[in-house]
């Protein structure tokens, strides 16, 4: 069975930092771009980083360019949003997915293979 598991959210305060880890299992990440999103409440399911399946290209959203790095480890078949500086706007459950394709960074929801259950960020004092 091909899964995705997001782990890693939890509360922190503003200015903290927080390690996401998105874990493979029943497939081999190496053939897979990854990416991450984040939906907070009431609001729509957006974009945040995505890295391809080399690890050579990443992209970030506008909101957390600076502060987040993605990264992965293809050997442990896991990828990681490093958070940093986070502001209470980055409060979300956040998502990674994987597209099977080599090279390429894609962050667009619908473009998405498969999708972890999501983890829970909260940043708050």
């Known amino acids: 069975q091909l899964q995705l598991a997001e782990s890693g959210g939890g509360l922190v305060q503003p200015g903290g930092s927080l390690r996401l880890s998105c874990a493979a299992s029943?497939?081999?990440?190496?053939?897979?771009?990854i990416g991450w999103f984040r939906q907070a409440p009431g609001k729509e399911r957006e974009g945040v980083s995505c890295?391809?399946?080399?690890?050579?290209?990443?992209n970030y959203a506008d909101s957390v360019k600076g502060r987040f790095t993605s990264s992965r480890d293809n050997a442990k078949n896991t990828v990681y949003l490093q958070m940093n500086s986070l502001k209470p706007e980055d409060t979300a459950v956040y998502y990674c997915?994987?597209?099977?394709?080599?090279?390429?960074?894609?962050?667009?929801?619908?473009?998405?293979?498969?999708w972890g259950k999501g983890t829970l960020v909260t940043v708050s004092s």
């Open positions: 890295i391809s399946s080399s690890g050579r290209s990443t």
């Open positions: 997915a994987a597209v099977r394709v080599r090279g390429m960074c894609v962050m667009a929801s619908n473009d998405m293979d498969y």
């Open positions: 029943g497939f081999t990440l190496d053939y897979y771009g």
